[in-house]
Nanobody
Framework: EVQLVESGGGLVQAGESLRLSCAVS????????IAWFRQAPGKERAGVSC????????YYADFVKGRFTISSDNAKNTVYLQMNSLKPEDTAVYYC??????????????????WGQGTQVTVSS
């Protein structure tokens, strides 16, 4: 059974950091692109970052470049999103997703077939 489980969300103040984890089971993170998306109330789900070990590609949305870092621990079959210098506009539910695609293209929802349940990130000003 394919499963992705996010953790690490919470409430922080602007400027602080959080690290999100996406624990994967049922397949290897080596074989798929793993992306982080976020969805704020009233907004569409947007791609934040992506990592693909097999084609050595990564992606960062412009609004997180220089602040967020994606990484994977293949031994733990887990992908992380380190989020630094958080801003109130980063407040959203964050989802990880797996897809058979490359991170050389912008992550889009239809390209990802397996999703986690989401974790809430709230940044206060």
């Amino acid at each position: 059974e394919v499963q992705l489980v996010e953790s690490g969300g919470g409430l922080v103040q602007a400027g602080e950091s959080l690290r999100l984890s996406c624990a994967v089971s049922g397949f290897s993170v080596d074989d798929y692109a793993i992306a982080w998306f976020r969805q704020a109330p009233g907004k569409e789900r947007a791609g934040v970052s992506c990592i693909n070990y097999s084609d050595v590609s990564t992606y960062y949305a412009d609004f997180v470049k220089g602040r967020f870092t994606i990484s994977s621990d293949n031994a733990k079959n887990t992908v992380y999103l380190q989020m630094n210098s958080l801003k109130p506009e980063d407040t959203a539910v964050y989802y990880c997703a797996a897809g058979f695609t490359s991170c050389t293209v912008v992550p889009r929802v239809p390209l990802y077939g397996s999703w986690g349940q989401g974790t809430q990130v709230t940044v206060s000003s």
